[in-house]
């Protein structure tokens, strides 16, 4: 079954297939299917890009250094030559 | 029992050198394996007890790394594994079917009601989330959805890499990847409605 046959709007369409389309995990005509759409729908161009974005931001606001101590008790756990 | 012959000297030798280079591998990855092991748990204290139970397990079971395969899959998978033992031993209360939204839920409520009529800069957009919504929205996920969120989103693997290391089926990964996403994104939107208010 296409994403088509599921939803009658484009967009809902388009919604559905933002997930794996950033992914790569569309197949060829379903990425297909889903530019085509993009190529005339602002509305959902805007949030594809906001996805994009957003992942981003998430990769970035989540990074903590490791405690240096840590590093030390890590390498303390070594078999002792 | 007599000497080693030198056969088994030169054995032990090479076996040696295998586990140093082993362990030094290990431990170069240790940043990276920190980064998903802090996203995993709730606290800095949980990710730096997890990180030197996983160390010391795999110190101790080298033999069982197959070179030549992805050693920072093979860390995380001890991690992961150890992470659900714990996770039992604390019998944490049966967790409420979190609530999901559609995709374009968190963009369309951060946009607000001017949606598309006044066009944003999607970055404009994205400024009215924090870091530390971020953080905390990521924490609130439900276990199995965080999982596998943080192996992909956050730890660069593909799916099969996450189902591998998880030892859950590729179709799972990506249901729970799909889901995840959503419930995160309209935790995200409940933390901005947050700080507005």
Known sequence: MTFRELHDDPCDNCEEMLQPYLDRELTTMERAEAEAHLDTCEYCRRRYRFEVELRRYVRQAVVEPMAPELKERLSSLRTPL | ?197
């Open chain 2, 1 to 197: 029992m007599g000497e080693p012959s030198p056969t088994e000297t030169r054995q032990l030798a090479d076996d040696a050198r295998a586990r140093v280079r082993f362990e030094e591998e290990a431990l170069e990855l240790a940043d990276q394996v920190y980064q998903v092991a802090r996203r995993l748990v709730g606290s800095r204290e949980e990710a730096e007890d997890l990180m030197q139970d996983t160390y010391a397990r795999a110190f101790r079971s080298w033999r069982s790394f197959q070179p030549g395969t992805n050693l920072r899959a093979w860390l995380l998978r001890i991690l992961t594994n150890l992470n659900i033992d714990r996770a039992r031993a604390r019998q944490r209360r049966p967790q409420t079917e979190p609530l999901e939204e559609g995709d374009y839920f968190l963009y369309n409520r951060l946009a607000g009601s001017g949606g598309d009529q006044q066009p944003e800069e999607e970055e404009r957009v994205l400024a009215r989330l924090s870091q530390d919504g971020v953080v905390a929205a990521l924490s609130e996920l439900p276990h199995d959805f965080r999982d596998v969120v943080v192996l992909v989103d956050i730890g660069g693997f593909a799916y099969a890499e996450a189902a591998q290391i998880l030892d859950i089926p590729v179709g799972t990964v990506m249901s729970r990847l799909h889901r995840g996403r959503r419930i995160l994104k309209r935790q995200l939107a409940e933390e901005a409605s947050d700080d507005v208010s």
